[in-house]
């Protein structure tokens, strides 16, 4: 297998990387409903986008957002007063 030379790299910020090196663990790492979006989208990636498509998944699949949502769902939320309370309120 050989690796296609001057391939350009997705753009990337210093210090912000993911782990997941393959699309195995790609797939892997995101929620189940969520693997059904990444294989259809990779199934019609162009070539040239494929790199860029890959790193956004990946920083998906590993940003932590599912864990720290399930750990903490509800901190920092108020409840009981809806947005269109203070509009009725007004009138």
């Given amino acids: 297998m050989s690796t296609a030379p001057n391939v350009p790299r997705p753009p990337s910020r210093p210090g912000e990387s993911h ?47 599912l864990e720290q949502l399930l750990s903490a769902p509800f901190e920092g939320l108020e409840f009981g007063q809806r947005s269109y309370d203070d509009a009725a309120d007004n009138e």
């Fill in 19 to 65: 782990p997941l090196r393959t699309i195995r663990e790609i797939r892997e790492s995101l929620p189940p409903d969520q693997v059904e979006h990444f294989d259809a989208e990779l199934a019609d990636a162009d070539i040239d986008a494929l790199p860029a498509m890959l790193h956004r998944w990946a920083t998906l699949g590993s940003d932590g957002f």
